[in-house]
């Protein structure tokens, strides 16, 4: 139950009704006795501004988990970035300082990352190909080499999409190997699905199924799509015995990571 004395933390993006945030942090905070709960704010584009204005001074509410279409423009106006928010220019989580100032980061590939560790991956000195540069796989794709990957790979639909994502790379980790093309999945740790390809009903596969065939079992393989939970790609990585991860696992380990950034529960929840 909301009282006058519940700290609050928000979800906000446009549309908001099919987000699972609300009930995975209201049960959490139920188990847990805590008088705390998280709202879903649907935000017209033109309250953007006055938003944040209002997020400054709205002491009763902690901050807010940002979801699409929102990361992008959000990250502009906060104080304080965290560097992979300010150089993905994106955050995923905003909370309010002391003083009324605003600081962002971006968690998602925090949370792919903690996902990968349940499955024994860790990305140190290992090869990743990630397929899709955009929000989450530029997310996804960061921490990775944050975390010490040896060697990246990073694709896209567009080309412009996936060569600005090297270009942030090789300016912030010149150490680390960046391609934009790939011949093979043979020889990659790890194959991450991080475009929406593969969502509802459509079969379809992030890329060429004559592909498959070179995928080692040895290869972990892993979607960011949440709907349906075993999409094309995992079923066939399945097939061919390698180990596989879902969205919905990244998106449940990435709770702690929110949480823990908002000061509202433990990173591991
Ligand atoms: P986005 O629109 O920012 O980026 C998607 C990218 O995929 C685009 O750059 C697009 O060009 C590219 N793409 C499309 N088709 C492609 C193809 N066939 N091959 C290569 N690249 C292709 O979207 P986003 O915010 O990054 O979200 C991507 C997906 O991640 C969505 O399905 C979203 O629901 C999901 N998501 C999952 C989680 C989670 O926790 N599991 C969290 C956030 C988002």
């Known amino acids: 139950m909301i009282r006058g004395s519940t700290e609050l933390v928000a979800i906000v993006g446009s549309p908001i009704a099919q987000v699972k945030s609300p009930e995975n942090f209201n049960a ?35 901050g807010c988990v940002v979801t699409v279409p929102y990361k992008q423009q959000l990250a502009e106006w906060l104080e304080h970035l965290s560097p992979r928010a300010a150089a993905l220019h994106s955050v995923n989580v905003i909370r309010r300082e002391a003083d009324g100032s605003l600081s962002g980061d971006n968690v998602d590939g925090e949370g792919f990352i903690k996902a990968a560790a349940r499955q024994g991956f860790v990305p140190g000195g290992r090869t990743a190909l990630v397929i899709g540069s955009g929000g989450v796989g530029s997310a996804i794709a960061y921490s990775m080499a944050e975390a010490g990957i040896a060697q990246l790979t990073v694709v896209d639909a567009s080309r412009q999409r996936a060569d600005s994502l090297a270009g942030i790379l090789r300016d912030d ?19 991450v699905n991080a475009s929406p390809v593969g969502m ?70």
């Open 173 to 191: 980790f010149p150490g680390l190997s960046i391609s934009t093309h790939y011949e093979t999945l043979a020889g990659f740790d790890l194959v």
């Open 28 to 62: 959490w905070f139920g188990q847990q006795n805590q008088d705390r709960a998280m709202i879903a704010i649907d935000l017209a584009p033109d309250a953007l501004e006055e938003f944040i204005a209002t997020l400054r001074g709205w002491r009763n509410l902690r």
């Open 200 to 269: 509802g009903d459509s079969e379809e596969l992030p890329l060429p199924p004559a592909q498959l065939d070179t995928l080692s079992p040895a290869t972990l393989v892993a979607d960011v799509v949440t709907r349906p939970e075993i999409t094309p790609l995992l079923a066939a990585a399945r097939r061919r015995g390698c180990r596989i991860q879902t969205g919905a696992e990244m998106a449940i380990a990435q709770l702690g990571n929110l949480g823990a950034y908002l000061g509202v529960t433990p990173l591991d929840i």
